[in-house]
């Protein structure tokens, strides 16, 4: 089971942290992704067991995701936030061959809601 949590309204230039609280099983590779109304679904950051994350290009150099296995809890921090990053954002989890923004997952949270205004 993944719980999002953290999400909220902004202005341009602020910043959000989300978490994701896993239980059951021990995860390879924990995901964000997110989706925005009338756009496909993206892949923002993803992190493996050891550490090593990748990101999309639009986020690069502005969210950081990071995770806490003893807490068994996946972050990710949103600096600079943009208009353009308003979306509901998502927590995936699974053991994809490679661990990257476009992998496969197969556990999936509901959703928590970032919206940022101009």
């Known amino acids: 089971q993944l719980v999002e949590s953290g999400g909220g309204s902004v202005q341009s230039g602020g910043s959000l942290r989300l978490s994701c609280a896993a239980s059951g099983y021990i995860f390879s590779c924990m995901a964000w992704f997110r989706q925005a109304p009338g756009k496909e679904r993206e892949g923002v950051a993803a992190?493996?067991?050891?550490?090593?994350?990748i990101y999309a290009d639009t986020v690069k150099g502005r969210f950081t995701i990071s995770q806490d296995n003893a807490k068994r809890t996946l972050y990710l921090q949103m600096n600079n936030l943009e208009p353009e990053d308003t979306a509901m954002y998502y927590c995936a989890a699974g053991w994809p061959l490679l661990c990257t923004v476009n992998a496969g997952f197969r556990y999936w949270g509901q959703g928590t809601q970032v919206t940022v205004s101009s």
């Open positions: 992190i493996r067991g050891d550490g090593r994350a």
